[in-house]
């Protein structure tokens, strides 16, 4: 059983930027739809961008257009994550997810895969 490994999280002050990776040693995430998602505690899951294989559309929630941007290194087989201009209701757990399948989406319920996920903290 495989799954992703999320890495890049930290603490940042407000109007900061990170970039968080998404991988899965030895499996080749072309194959995948990934999807970021973002969790606090007492909320549900939310998707927060997501993009797609074979035509590598992207989506992303309106609360993050504009400052994040997902892509996709296939040589390193992995998908990041950049967040720019952050914000403190940025803070929360950000996990990425993996389903086989071509279009990506913004529902965790339509993904197989999971990372443990890390931490992002806005705060100044």
């Known amino acids: 059983q495989w799954h992703f490994v999320e890495t890049g999280g930290g603490l940042v002050q407000p109007g900061g930027s990170l970039t968080l990776s998404c991988a899965a040693p030895?499996?080749?995430?072309?194959?995948?739809?990934i999807g970021w998602f973002r969790q606090t505690p007492g909320r549900e899951r939310e998707g927060v961008s997501c993009i797609s294989t074979t035509d590598g559309s992207i989506h992303y929630a309106d609360s993050v257009k504009g400052r994040f941007t997902i892509s996709r290194d296939s040589a390193k087989s992995t998908v990041y994550l950049r967040m720019n201009n952050l914000k403190p209701e940025d803070t929360a757990v950000y996990s990425c997810a993996g389903d086989a399948t071509f279009s990506c989406s913004l529902q965790p319920g339509d993904y197989d895969f999971w990372g443990q996920g890390t931490q992002v903290t806005v705060s100044s």
């Open positions: 030895g499996v080749q995430l072309d194959m995948y739809a």
